[in-house]
């Protein structure tokens, strides 16, 4: 059985950063994509970010793209998102999820999700 666990997750004011990280156990996901989606309050799950299993391809929403970067340690089983000149419109809790082999937007390819982080920025 895989666990994902967030982290990093927390309360910074607009134009900060924060880094959020999943960690794996229970077996290794070095060949899944790997993602970030996301929940505001009152709103459905989003996408945010995915990451092929070698790390070489990404893809972003286009409402945090330039501003997010995702990255993989497969060594540590572990996958990273890089969270730059954040907004309060980016407050939401934000979820690990792990997939199959090909990077996609949809919720519905991930098989596996952590509990969540909760993001809040603060105008």
């Known amino acids: 059985q895989v666990q994902l666990v967030e982290s990093g997750g927390g309360l910074v004011q607009a134009g900060g950063s924060l880094r959020l990280s999943c960690a794996a156990s229970g077996r290794t996901l070095s060949r899944n994509a790997m993602a970030w989606f996301r929940q505001a309050p009152g709103k459905e799950r989003e996408f945010v970010s995915a990451?092929?299993?070698?790390?070489?391809?990404?893809r972003y929403a286009d409402s945090v793209k330039g501003r997010f970067t995702i990255s993989r340690d497969n060594a540590k089983n572990t996958v990273y998102l890089q969270m730059n000149s954040l907004k309060p419109e980016d407050t939401a809790v934000y979820y690990c999820?792990?997939?199959?082999?090909?990077?996609?937007?949809?919720?519905?390819?991930?098989?596996?999700w952590g509990q969540g982080t909760q993001v809040t920025v603060s105008s």
């Open positions: 990451i092929s299993w070698s790390g070489i391809s990404t």
């Open positions: 999820a792990a997939g199959g082999v090909w990077v996609s937007s949809e919720l519905s390819e991930y098989d596996y």
